[in-house]
């Protein structure tokens, strides 16, 4: 699925990145921008903002009001409100962008030595180029979500 998060749903933009979910966010953007976005690139809205969840529905812009203040419990609501089926799909959540797997020796100097070191699988963003592996942020998320979005 597509996602467009307003500017109060940054923590779950990142979250629905991990489950191989794309989504754009614009951390300070105006509500009509949002909107025009969400209707031009045919994303389903994702707000907190009661007025801005009205319009979209009132201009047939699929959108979902997130009403929790914790991560963990907008990203079980969106989930059920749009029967997401998490991926195993990489996407940077940080930009967005497709992760790719790359081998160990290729990313040799970009990560501290002990991560290096210890860890045998990484992907790197094709658009930013950060680097990632499977952290204990992973093992956490992994735990809540009760699969792993990182499998092969």
Excluded at 5 to 17: E, P, Q, Y
Excluded at 113 to 125: K, T
């Amino acid at each position: 699925m597509k996602f467009i998060a307003d500017v109060m749903l940054g923590k779950l933009a990142r979250f629905l990145r991990m489950i191989g979910q794309d989504v754009i966010y614009f951390a300070d953007a105006d509500d009509d921008f949002i909107i025009y976005s969400a209707k031009e690139t045919r994303r389903i809205l994702l707000t907190r903002d009661v007025r801005l969840y009205q319009s979209a529905r009132l201009l047939g812009i699929p959108a979902v009001l997130v009403c929790s203040n914790h991560v963990k419990e907008q990203l079980k609501e969106v989930i059920e409100a749009t029967k997401l089926v998490p991926e195993k799909a990489k996407r940077c959540i940080v930009c967005n962008a497709p992760l790719k797997s790359v081998e160990r020796c290729e990313i040799e100097g970009l990560v501290p030595e002990f991560v290096w070191m210890r860890n045998s699988e990484f992907w790197i963003c094709e658009g930013c180029g950060k680097v990632y592996w499977r952290g204990s942020h992973i093992k956490n998320f992994i735990k809540f979500l009760g699969f792993d979005p990182w499998e092969k």
